[in-house]
């Protein structure tokens, strides 16, 4: 058969897989759930403006990394690239300005046509949180805190360092900026070339640069800090304060900024050293701006979106697919009679799996393949005794049992 063609950086999720993104995700709404995160879902496509105009059309994930497309009604759809649009507009669109704070908890995939490679796909999953309708710098606190808490349930914390920085308010931010492109202009002829374009659309995006040269620039740039006003110097302030009270540790790092427009105060990014280069696993920060971008009143937010595959490559946890019993009929023309059987475990909550076929050598072999701790087996001898043969299939012992006789045993019930 000629291989089927599959989509670079389109992952098929097996059990095995798929076990660790279910704790990363069940993990995450639980401890959500007990900060008062409720979760949200919306929709996989939307109106492509819904993160062209927040996103701003300098950001990667507009220019280079959208998935665009017309539908039958040639309406512009965009498959979503990040949640917090998505979620925002939603709140908007349910009327809930009014009913402040909203906090939500979100998960499902992200497309962004990227490079692919271990830790970067262009379908991935995000788990991400938001907290909608609070200035108050505890709302930041509240979220890190939260974030924390998750990494932690997941006994990743050894592994992962927080990173923290302010990228100041608006007007923080330009004089900032100013600063940043006055230092910049005299590098031009050594900056790389996308940053050199950045440089009159997105500067601070080249704080972000992974390029090496870029970064060696970037080292002596101007720290946004000398340049907040005292409004954000004292959200920034308090911010840390939070995290020192609660014994998180953290660093300030003065070059973390998040990539896109709507961001302002707070960036955060929890990272690890174990993936290689795709290192973030947890990144978030207040996007008061938003709300407003999206054609709404000014809501303030904050939060942040993790990377399911990332964290799922990094936990320790092994899928267990062995099942409880194996079901047997010595012929095939007896299987029928093992459905009710099958039905009876069901119901007191014992797996099982039925082996329809071959001799009964190859049914054992199966059992034993599946890792059944144990088998019923059934055939003319045990129906004239209305019994059932009960194998521990560890032990290689055989009894007759009746089926509730056999159903306590596994329970392990005397
Ligand atoms: P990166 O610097 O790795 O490109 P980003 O800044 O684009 O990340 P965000 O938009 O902040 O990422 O998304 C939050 C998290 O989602 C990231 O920290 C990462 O764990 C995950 N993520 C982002 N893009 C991808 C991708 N293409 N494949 C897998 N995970 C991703
Ligand atoms: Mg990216």
Known sequence: MEKLRKVRGVHDLLPNELHNHNIVVNTG???????????????????????????????????????????????????????????????????????????????????????????????????????????????????????????????????????????????????????????????????SKDSLNRLSVNPLRILDSKNEGDKKIVENAPNIIEYLNSHSKRHFDDICIGLDHLNIKYTIDKNLVRGLDYYCHTAFEFTTNELGSQGTVLAGGRYDGLSKMLGGPDVPGVGWA??????????????????????????????????????????????????????????FKRANKIRASYAIIIGEEEINKKLIRFKDMKLGSEEFLDLNQAIKKIKKIS
Do not use: H, W
Request: charged share 25%; aromatic share 10%.
């Open 29 to 191: 709404l639980k401890i959500s759930d007990k900060y008062n995160y409720s979760q949200i879902e919306i929709p996989i496509f939307e109106f492509a403006e819904v993160f062209t105009k927040p996103l701003g059309k300098s950001s990667d994930i507009v220019t280079k990394e959208n998935y665009i497309f017309k539908d039958r009604s040639e309406d512009e759809l965009m498959l979503r690239p990040e949640g917090t649009s998505g979620v925002v507009r939603a709140f908007l669109n349910a009327g809930l300005v009014q009913d402040v704070p909203q906090r939500f908890s979100y998960c499902g995939p992200m497309f962004r046509y990227e490079r692919p490679q271990k830790g970067r796909l262009r379908q991935f999953k995000q788990f991400g949180v938001e907290c909608l309708g609070l200035s108050n710098s505890m709302a930041d606190v509240e979220v890190i805190s939260l974030g924390y808490d998750f990494l932690s349930q997941l006994s990743l914390l050894d592994k992962i360092d927080l990173k923290i920085n302010t990228l100041g308010d608006l007007e923080s931010r330009k004089n900032y900026k100013q600063a940043l492109v006055n230092y910049l202009n005299d590098y031009q002829s050594k900056l």
């Open 306 to 363: 993790a990377g399911i595959e990332r964290l799922a490559l990094m936990i320790q946890s092994n899928f267990d697919d062995k099942i409880d019993v194996a079901l047997i009929a010595r012929s095939e023309n007896i299987n029928y009679l093992l459905m009710p059987i099958m039905k009876k475990l069901v119901q007191t909550e014992i797996k099982s799996e039925i082996i329809y076929t071959g001799s009964l050598s190859k049914k």
